[in-house]
């Protein structure tokens, strides 16, 4: 087996997310459709904001995981289109909450739902998004697949409560923080994932290898998001830059350059994360404690390891292009940091 190490010292990004593209292509265009069906509405402000949302870019990576992961495992039907569309509409109504929880005003360089049409409307269309999925998911008729994504909604509901309660307090470890994006992130990738095998009508080690993947491959790529937030573009996060620290959201390079500091830099990180003196300034010291702590390389180790695990359970699968397309989305996760 290539190693993902190896496999990123070849690629750039686009390389790697380019196999899914492909493989995903043709039913992708049909989740798009019902996307777009399944968002229309009477009242003439939800099909609004979802058209806002859904022009506003993003590559779509979780509903493709799903195509991918039903195709690797040899399905042949119709029911992935409409989990990939759910699993979109579960993405898209956590970004709607997501952004009023945390007042964001942009997201993929345009102005957020809330910015637009209020808190209000962003809310309830993001519940109207909810119900949508869930009626496909019905339609669908595997109540195991119903099951996998009822539960991840769950999960990501704790999770964001989960993160809001441990927002601007210094005493969150990197196992709280580890929690949280396991709930927050990782569980959507895992069950687009999990629901592949399932109505393919695989076992248990087929759906363990695929919910481990996705875990993993969440994990990974919310860490390397994290990483961004301090060292990259607003092109490469989909956000501006920066926008955690101003939140003061604790995430992994926080804690760890909290962790590794004197008294005095505790006391910084107090003042910036939890009494709010997060400006330009306390942003740009915040990026030096960092590097003086090697606080950016520690979290990219850690998105790398769990970028492995992902790597060895889609290796599991047999050969074939939808494998080789999963696999490679693990390379695109990790090399956003090019």
Known sequence: MVSLASQAARRQPQESIDPIL????????????????????????????????ISSGGKRLRPMLTIASALA?????????????SVEFMHTATLLHDDVVDESDMRRGKRTARTI???????LVGDFLL???FKMMVEVGSLDALAILSAASAVIAEGEVWQLAAAKTMTTTEADYIAVIDAK?????????????????????????????????????QLVDDVLDYGGSAAALGKNTGDDFREGKITLPV??????????????????MEDGEND???????????????ALEETIARARSFGEDAYRAAASLPISPAREAMLGVVDFCIERLN
């Open 22 to 53: 492909s493989l995903s292509a043709r039913d992708m265009a049909r989740v798009n459709e019902l996307i777009l069906a399944m968002a229309g509405s009477n009242v003439e402000l939800i099909p609004e904001i979802a058209r806002h949302l």
């Open 73 to 85: 495992h040899g399905y042949d039907g119709d029911h992935h289109v409409k989990l990939a569309a």
């Open 117 to 123: 049409w209020g808190n209000q409307a962003s809310v």
């Open 131 to 133: 119900g949508q999925a």
């Open 185 to 221: 992130t990782a569980a959507l990738f895992s069950a687009a994932t999990e629901v592949g095998p399932v109505i393919a009508g695989k076992g248990e080690a087929e759906r363990q290898a695929m919910r481990g993947y996705g875990r993993s491959l969440g994990l990974a790529f």
């Open 255 to 272: 804690i760890v350059s909290y962790e590794r500091g004197d008294a005095e830099e505790k006391a910084f990180w107090q003042r910036a």
């Open 280 to 294: 330009d300034a306390a942003l740009a010291h915040a990026k030096e404690l960092m590097q003086r702590h090697d």
